[in-house]
């Protein structure tokens, strides 16, 4: 394949802006002298105390541990609000665009610092207190980041779950982490629908291991009539109502928790990744600062739901620390109609534009012409997280939504890395279209072999990170010894990051995919256990096994395999019935886009499914299938091929 490189735009970098050589000199250094280089970045953090000790770290199993800034001390909430109060306390720290074109809030740095008080002290006279965990059950609106920045000021550990994920599936993230509070609106709104937020907690706080909840609040978004059970039900209105906007924010370590996000991992269920007060917050900040070349009057867009990670650093965390505005959607990118982003980027004058590759082929099959009927002209930079992107999507977001003068940074990183690892900067970087290019600052990445072995130069393996950068999780909640086992033990000495990837001739890094059983839907990450054990819970069935397959907007489907238990008959209402049960299981994010019966399942003589021949029929690869003979009963494989549903 051609790779066409696209150079800095003319025009678009200035002195302050990083510069090629400035990145080259930065970079070494932040790897020679890490501690003197975080001790300086560093600086851009309001500490109570600043830290004397920069970096303690070790990946080795016999002393395992990763501490950044250890006895500094800070408050999350006094960075992202108090400190930009006498110089920006009248910029719009939140520019909140409701799902109706029609409504659209601006909150101040003075406001939002108000709002974040009266909820803290709101909590705290609930009994709240520093560690205890929140869940945050919430559609896009203002209310989130007052939540997230509430819950830091008092030193509450929040963990938000996505609104469109199932009372199951919410319920088992409230029992894992041992919730007090549930902050939820009565409905979202997205796309001119509601979504039924308030009756999936009540669903949710049914279920076992949920009784370590008091109160539930519940913020009005929608007005619609919701059932309240007193004393455990509160509006979030009358809460908050004659709350002082003044709380004296918690002292916190460093090394403390700030907060928990559920991800899928290629067994069990969810992991909650814990992030760090003090690392996570440097990073976030200075990550958003370079990579998006940040300038004081930027508009910040990034599409993101609070729910993703994506959303926690850049929706919220690194935008509000760095002062900027950050714009906050409610909505969805087809609503009311597929020209949505760039009416927005109009309305508001966005400059940094961020969203997700399986947006922008959405987006793409609707043409040109959806796109040109706005001006854009305001926006300078563009950039794309959670998937690799094809090269034929990434030029059409170059010459038609950024009409061939802005940037595109291909930011790569995962939930786990609390920000960004591998991305253009944007004055520094010849961009090839479907690389996410070089290393941040402090990072190491390197390749290895299934054995583990080193890969130098040019190659393609696995992407593993041999060093720590200050936003890496410090742990999964609750179980320590599996934040060990899932990232450390695969490739000892390194943090593995369950990617393949390509490195070519000129250090530039190519992300091919998970090499893991993770599927990522729409960048999205589903277990494919998940959906496994969500398709066995059905009285009819007796075995599932689900792969990811390729598909045109998502990036990955999810292909299931399903064998019935004896008696059962395969017909299409069933097809649907076990699609419906994964969806009010799971979430509708995670419905099989084909299910096929499987009358057998290939699998070892000792028992083992053979995924990667199921992955390859799923691809539509049935010359690939590899080494057969292995299997107890290969003719299970002819059957699946006869039976394939893409083709
Ligand atoms: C996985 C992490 C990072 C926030 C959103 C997803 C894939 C992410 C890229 C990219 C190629 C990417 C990887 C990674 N991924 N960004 N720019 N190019 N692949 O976070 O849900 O934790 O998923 O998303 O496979 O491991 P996540």
Redesign the pocket.
């Known amino acids: 394949m051609t790779v066409t490189i696209h150079p800095v735009p003319s025009g678009f970098a200035d002195a302050q802006s990083i510069s090629a050589e400035r990145y080259r000199a930065d970079y070494q250094r932040s790897i020679e002298q890490p501690e003197a280089f975080w001790a300086d970045v560093a600086k851009r953090i309001d500490w109570f105390k600043f830290p004397s000790k920069i970096k303690d770290v070790s990946f080795q199993l016999d002393d395992f541990h990763i501490r950044w800034f250890e006895d500094g001390e800070l408050n999350v909430s006094v960075n992202c609000l108090d400190r930009h109060l006498e110089t920006r306390g009248d910029k719009t720290a939140i520019l909140w665009e409701g799902d109706d074109p029609q409504q659209s809030e601006q909150i101040s740095y003075r406001d939002l610092h108000a709002r974040v008080c009266r909820l803290a002290n709101a909590m705290r006279n609930l009994g709240v207190q520093k560690g205890d965990r929140v869940s945050i059950y919430l559609p896009m609106i203002p209310e989130a980041a007052v939540a997230m920045l509430a819950c830091t000021r008092i030193g509450a550990i929040h963990s938000i779950v996505f609104g469109g994920f199932s009372p199951d599936a919410l319920a088992g993230r409230i029992a894992d982490c041992g919730s007090k509070i549930i902050i939820t609106a009565d409905e979202g709104l997205r796309g001119g629908k509601a979504v039924p937020l308030k009756k999936n907690v009540d669903e949710a706080l049914t279920r076992p291991g949920t009784h370590c909840v008091e109160t539930v609040i519940v913020v009005r978004r929608t007005g619609n009539a919701v059932s309240l059970q007193m004393p455990r039900d509160r509006w979030y209105h009358t809460l908050v109502e004659g709350q002082p906007s003044q709380c004296e924010p918690e002292r916190m370590n460093a090394e403390d928790p700030l907060f928990i996000l559920y991800?899928?991992g290629s067994t069990g269920k969810p992991k909650g990744v814990l992030h760090s007060t003090g690392g996570y917050l440097t990073y976030a900040s200075y990550t958003h600062a370079c990579v998006f070349d940040l300038r004081e009057d930027d508009v910040f867009w990034c599409t993101?739901d609070v729910g993703?990670?994506?959303g926690h650093s850049y929706v919220v965390y690194g935008p509000l620390a760095n002062g900027a505005t950050s714009l906050m959607f409610e909505g969805v990118p087809s609503y009311p109609d597929m020209g949505r982003f760039w009416q927005v980027c109009d309305k508001h004058k966005v400059t940094l534009f961020y969203t997700?590759?399986t947006a922008i082929r959405a987006l793409m099959r609707e043409g040109d012409a959806p796109v040109k009927r706005h001006s854009r002209s305001s926006i300078r930079l563009l950039g794309?997280?959670?998937?690799?992107?094809n090269p034929e999507a990434w030029e059409w977001y170059y010459r038609v939504v950024g009409d061939s003068r802005c940037p595109i940074v291909?930011?790569?990183?995962?939930?786990?890395?609390g920000g960004?690892l591998?991305?253009p900067l944007p004055a520094a970087t010849d961009l090839k279209p479907g690389s996410?290019t070089k290393p941040f600052f402090g990072v190491q990445p390197a390749l290895v072999d299934a054995e583990g072995k080193r890969l130098e130069g040019a190659a393609d393996g696995n992407l593993v990170l041999l060093d720590s950068w200050p936003g890496q999780m410090r742990s999964v909640y609750g179980d320590h010894q599996r934040f060990i086992d899932t990232y450390f033990k695969t490739y000892p000495g390194t943090y593995f990051?369950?990617?393949g990837c390509r490195r070519d001739e000129d250090g530039y890094y190519w992300?091919t995919?998970?090499v893991d059983d993770?599927i990522?839907v729409s960048?999205?990450?589903i277990g494919t256990a998940e959906v496994e054990s969500a398709l066995v819970a059905h009285p009819k069935v007796a075995e599932a096994a689900v792969v990811g397959c390729p598909h045109d907007i998502k990036g990955q489907g999810i292909y299931a395999y399903v064998t019935l238990n004896v008696g059962e008959t395969p017909s299409e209402e069933l097809r649907k019935e076990l699609v419906a049960f994964v969806r009010k299981e799971i979430g509708p994010i995670a419905s099989p886009d084909h299910l096929q019966w499987a009358p057998g399942l290939p699998k070892t003589r000792s028992g083992k499914i053979m995924r990667r021949i199921l992955r390859k029929i799923a691809e539509n690869a049935p010359d690939q299938l590899g080494d057969t003979s292995t299997l107890a009963d290969p003719a299970v494989v002819d059957n699946l091929l006869n039976e394939r549903l893409i083709r």
Request: proline share 5%.
């Open positions: 991800t899928s993101a993703w990670v994506t997700a590759p794309t997280v959670g998937e690799p992107i291909d930011t790569w990183w995962q939930t786990e890395t960004i591998i991305s996410a990051t369950g990617d992300i995919g998970r993770v990522n960048g999205h990450r």
